[in-house]
Nanobody, 117 residues
Framework: QAQVVESGGGLVQAGGSLTLSCSAP??????LAWYRQAPRKPRDLVAE?????????LDSVRGRFTISRDNDNARNTLTLAIHSLKPEDTADYYC???????????WGRGIQVRVFS
């Protein structure tokens, strides 16, 4: 069974920074993404990166969040650097790996981010 390894997150004061990271087996990808889900809210797409290099961000995080991808030892590593955190960024953050038409998809179990003012 594929293993998604997550790191990062935590409790941080507004204005602070965090880096979230996930890695999963695979040497290629079609689309990688970060989602977040606040209590009693639906899961929202935060940022995504495509194989052709195209990147999209949720409007409310553009300029503060940066998504990036690396590959090492046959694993895709997906990172989300978060700056100027706001209380409304409080949520569980989920990484998502789509390895293409013939490959599997993977979800992380969720990384807690809690921002206090």
């Amino acid at each position: 069974q594929a293993q998604v390894v997550e790191s990062g997150g935590g409790l941080v004061q507004a204005g602070g920074s965090l880096t979230l990271s996930c890695s999963a087996p695979g040497t290629d990808f079609s689309r990688l993404a970060w989602y977040r889900q606040a209590p009693r809210k639906p899961r929202d797409l935060v940022a995504e990166i495509f194989r052709n290099g195209r990147i999209n961000y949720l409007d409310s995080v553009r300029g503060r969040f940066t998504i990036s991808r690396d590959n090492d030892n046959a694993r895709n590593t997906l990172t989300l650097a978060i700056h100027s955190l706001k209380p409304e960024d409080t949520a569980d953050y989920y990484c998502y790996f789509d390895l293409g038409p013939s490959g599997p998809t993977h979800w992380g179990r969720g990384i807690q981010v809690r921002v206090f003012s």
